[in-house]
């Protein structure tokens, strides 16, 4: 990823949109993409409670990557076969990464070294 990049659009962004996501000019983007049901769902399934349960953490993120409307649809299969392939010792790997991170899906949590997956560079 370059952060440089990273950075530009992000100036971009908040030139475009100076209220950041509560902007008016957001609210249409953000029903298309509907957000606040996809928000709820990653509070309600990642909440520090469920994280001493694999199982359901993993069908979680399979069921969030899924959903998203920014996860490209040509790697959402690939996630889902790596994320379904691993067995019940492994899967506590990205239990355990999502559950000591601040920010879970930050590109740093280093969660999708193993599958072989990149992130979009911006």
């Known amino acids: 990823m370059s952060y440089e990049k990273l950075r530009l659009?992000?100036?971009s962004f908040w030139q475009r949109y100076p209220g950041g996501?509560?902007?008016?000019?957001?609210?249409s983007i953000?029903?298309?993409?509907d957000i606040d049901r996809l928000a709820g769902f990653a509070k309600k399934s990642f909440a520090r409670s469920n994280?001493?349960?694999?199982?359901?953490?993993?069908?979680?993120?399979i069921k969030m990557v899924s959903r998203s409307s920014m996860v490209?649809?040509?790697e959402k299969?690939?996630?889902?076969d790596f994320l379904q392939s691993l067995n019940s010792y492994e899967r506590e790997a990205p239990a355990?990464?999502?559950g000591s991170c601040t920010d879970p899906f930050s590109p740093n949590s280093g969660i999708l070294e193993k599958s072989g997956l990149h992130l979009v560079a911006w």
């Open 51 to 61: 994280f001493n349960r694999p199982e359901l953490i993993v069908e979680s993120l």
């Open 72 to 74: 490209s649809r040509f």
């Open 77 to 80: 299969p690939k996630l889902r």
């Open 30 to 33: 953000k029903k298309k993409h």
């Open 21 to 27: 996501f509560a902007d008016p000019g957001m609210a």
């Open 9 to 11: 659009a992000e100036a």
């Open 96 to 98: 355990a990464g999502l």
